[in-house]
């Protein structure tokens, strides 16, 4: 099998500890020791979120996570506005009138963050919405919302704030009771340093309420249900239980070293990428880049598509490009997950070399160079978070 750098943002790079841990025998999620475990897995995920509210495990992607927030908290023909700023706004408005939901899209121009009076606004005129959906980081575009500004909004108003902070949870601080964030979902494959599969949610004493009453069919993601059964200790279903495992020594180091080390080397190689993209002559997308992916504008004349081709086939190099109305026009490097210093500076390398094999000469050799230089340099001062198991 080909050897990749792989700098996505998600799935990420995963520590040779945690790929170790998921090669362990098969354990039953009903033993006493999965089960101690697995609370222990619970109590540690309250500590991230930062939240003395229950933080729930689904087996699913984040995608799931966003259905649970929806389903335990509406009732058809509930009345929700939706933030659309990217890909995957589009997918929770979509999302939410799947199940009956009344919505408005508050439609911000990709690559821009929303503006505290739009939803200000929306909520005036909507005094019986009972839901603000946004993403903290929009992973399509790169931008980072100000989530605490409009948690101060949703504060004295009926609408439950509900944060997708899939690729935002662990890369950057969001004290979920501090901001009184009502609902806030993550997911394994990310700052966790994870496969895809698994999904974290958690609810405030305000949306718990928006539970008894939702009418929303559910099942699988009855959080209630849940709730029960991990008040008895054990979950409502079988658990991901190679994940799970994997979680609790994520957990356990991360915790151990403190979340800050692992926010300042993200938002480390965050820096390290804009600075020697610039220094390259290049744009950055996003009009408040997040820590945690970095989305790089193409240069006109060349197809961002066969750019990243290129970085896969000659460099071994792995990042996302653009979505839908962005489809060749972006490369999206990730900064979470077990990224070395060695690994930026070749994506780097990798990035302006295929440009200029698309266009000769559109990066001059000089030019990244000191991109390079100064990436590590930035780098240096802030090494990776090391697991020890």
Known sequence: MKSYTLMTPGPVPLPPEVLEIMARPMEHHRTPE?????????????????????????????????????????????????????????????????????????????????????????????????????????????????????????????????????????????????????????????????PTGLSFISFSKKAWKLTETSKCPKFYFDIRAEREANENGESLFSSAVTHVRALDLVLEIFLGQGMHRVYERIQALSKATIVAAREMGLEIFSSTPSPSLTAIKIPDGIDGQKVRAEMEKSFAVIVMGGQDQLKGKIIRIGHMGAIRDEDLIATLRALAGSINKMKLGAIDDAKVEAACTKASGILRETPAVVLKT
């Open 34 to 194: 999965f089960v101690q475990l697995f609370n222990r897995v619970l109590a540690n995920l309250k500590k991230v979120f930062l939240t003395e509210e229950p933080v729930f495990i689904h087996t699913s992607t984040g995608s799931g996570g966003m259905e649970s927030a929806l389903v335990n908290c509406l009732s058809p023909g509930d009345e929700v506005i939706s933030i659309v700023s990217g890909k995957f706004g589009e997918r929770w408005a979509d999302m939410a009138e799947v199940y009956g939901a009344k919505v408005t899209r508050i439609e911000v121009p990709w690559g821009q963050v929303v503006r505290r009076e739009q939803v200000e606004d929306a909520l005036r005129k909507q005094p019986n919405a009972v839901a603000v959906l946004c993403q903290a980081c929009e992973t399509s575009t790169g931008v980072l919302h100000p989530i605490r500004e409009l948690a101060q909004l949703t504060k004295n108003h009926r609408a439950v704030l509900m944060v997708d902070a899939i690729t935002a949870m662990g890369a950057l601080p969001l004290p979920m009771d501090e901001w009184g964030l009502d609902v806030l979902i993550a997911g394994s494959q990310k700052a966790f340093m994870l």
